[in-house]
């Protein structure tokens, strides 16, 4: 089989190897689809440093179950399935464990059934605190964030507020269910929310960039007793924190990441059962799919190029 091997920063180089054999509690998928993740950007660049190459990255894979090992009861050959995975992702085939497979239905296309960062948000919306009625304010509104603007939907909040710094992402935003959208290169986001809440403040604001500045508005646009929820992916050593106003404000804080992969594969059961219902819509969302021996070039444009419209880069081996 063919699977992408990280060689170097920046340099994917598609190497053969043997179909994986199965144990008996394994199920063997033929990739149709794996998602680019921000955090595989960073592997790739070198922003996260690697010393150990080659390395097979790829979290995000759905496909066709090929084989399965003998004691194998919940998935069968055919099936239509998205897996937890750590890695291996950008292969023709990978293998898991039984337990780390949810089944999807016919309908819906692999590229939009992306297990793993549709658990993402289905289990970050779940520690959110979003409750019935609430001023939520979402914070980045690429990939990630445009899930978790629907899931915020879904959740009950009576208003929400899109910021972001790109207007095509803001429209979108809009679509998928923000009521006031803030491009903050162009106008004062802390203060129009202000306005916005009559002084108060978000009942929560939701950091979806891993950047700093965000974690700063974020800050300083909360309510007192609210709660700020870290859904960016934060790498590269330290952020500074007011910690100050965390402290005055009496702030929840979430850092609303899952790493235990029983969760994970429970937020994969939630959010596909969503998406084959039409409560979750992938729309707009994933923008370029590539085949496997183009994969640096998806990175590239999903790092440096960013080609105007881009929200998400799917690998289809
Ligand atoms: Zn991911």
Same mark, same amino acid.
């Given at each position: 089989m063919?699977?992408a091997?990280?060689?170097?920063?920046?340099?994917?180089v598609i190497?053969?190897?043997?179909i &994986?054999?199965l144990?008996? $509690?394994?199920?063997?998928?033929?990739v149709?689809?794996?998602?680019v993740?921000?955090?595989d950007?960073? *592997?790739?660049s070198g922003k996260?440093?690697v010393t150990?190459?080659?390395?097979?990255?790829?979290?995000e894979p759905s496909?066709?179950? !090929?084989?399965?090992?003998?004691?194998v009861t919940?998935?069968n050959? $055919?099936?239509?399935?998205?897996?937890?995975?750590?890695?291996?992702?950008?292969a023709?085939?990978?293998?898991?464990p039984?337990?780390y497979?949810?089944?999807?239905p016919?309908?819906?296309?692999?590229? !939009?059934?992306?297990?793993?960062?549709?658990a993402?948000?289905?289990?970050?919306?779940r520690?959110?605190?979003?409750?019935?009625?609430? *001023?939520?304010?979402v914070?980045g509104?690429g990939f990630?964030?445009?899930l978790f603007?629907q899931?915020t939907v879904?959740r009950g909040a009576s208003?929400?507020?899109?910021?972001?710094?790109l207007d095509?992402?803001?429209?979108?935003?809009?679509?998928?269910?923000?009521?006031i959208?803030?491009?903050?290169?162009e106008?004062?986001?802390?203060?129009m929310?202000? !306005?916005?809440?009559?002084g108060?403040g978000?009942d929560?604001?939701?950091?979806?960039?891993g950047?700093?500045? &965000?974690?700063?508005?974020?800050t300083?646009?909360v309510?007192?007793r609210? *709660?700020?929820v870290?859904?960016?992916?934060?790498?590269g050593?330290?952020?500074?924190?007011?910690m100050a106003?965390w402290?005055?404000?009496g702030?929840?804080?979430?850092s609303?990441?899952?790493?235990?992969?029983k969760?994970?594969v429970e937020?994969?059961?939630?959010g596909?059962?969503?998406?084959?219902?039409?409560?979750?819509k992938?729309?707009?969302?994933?923008t370029h799919l590539? &085949?496997?021996?183009?994969?640096?070039?998806?990175?590239?444009?999903? *790092?440096?190029?960013?080609?105007?419209?881009?929200?998400?880069?799917?690998?289809?081996?």
């Amino acid at each position: 089989m063919r699977i992408a091997a990280l060689r170097g920063v920046k340099n994917f180089v598609i190497e053969s190897q043997p179909i &994986p054999k199965l144990g008996s $509690n394994e199920v063997l998928v033929r990739v149709k689809a794996c998602g680019v993740c921000t955090s595989d950007t960073y *592997t790739w660049s070198g922003k996260i440093e690697v010393t150990d190459f080659p390395r097979y990255i790829g979290h995000e894979p759905s496909g066709v179950v !090929e084989r399965i090992g003998e004691c194998v009861t919940s998935v069968n050959v $055919n099936d239509h399935v998205t897996v937890w995975t750590e890695g291996g992702g950008y292969a023709e085939y990978v293998k898991v464990p039984e337990d780390y497979v949810v089944k999807i239905p016919k309908e819906l296309r692999f590229e !939009e059934a992306l297990g793993e960062p549709i658990a993402c948000m289905v289990n970050g919306v779940r520690r959110s605190r979003i409750k019935l009625g609430d *001023t939520v304010v979402v914070i980045g509104c690429g990939f990630m964030g445009s899930l978790f603007i629907q899931g915020t939907v879904l959740r009950g909040a009576s208003k929400i507020v899109a910021i972001d710094l790109l207007d095509e992402r803001l429209e979108l935003a809009r679509k998928l269910g923000a009521d006031i959208t803030i491009n903050s290169g162009e106008e004062d986001a802390v203060k129009m929310v202000m !306005e916005i809440t009559g002084g108060k403040g978000a009942d929560v604001v939701v950091e979806a960039t891993g950047e700093q500045r &965000p974690l700063d508005i974020a800050t300083e646009v909360v309510k007192i007793r609210g *709660t700020l929820v870290v859904f960016g992916y934060h790498v590269g050593g330290r952020r500074s924190v007011d910690m100050a106003s965390w402290n005055w404000k009496g702030l929840d804080i979430v850092s609303a990441h899952e790493r235990d992969p029983k969760i994970y594969v429970e937020g994969m059961r939630a959010g596909i059962a969503l998406l084959s219902k039409g409560r979750l819509k992938m729309n707009g969302l994933i923008t370029h799919l590539y &085949p496997l021996d183009q994969i640096n070039d998806a990175f590239m444009d999903a *790092t440096e190029h960013r080609p105007r419209g881009f929200m998400k880069a799917v690998i289809t081996p």
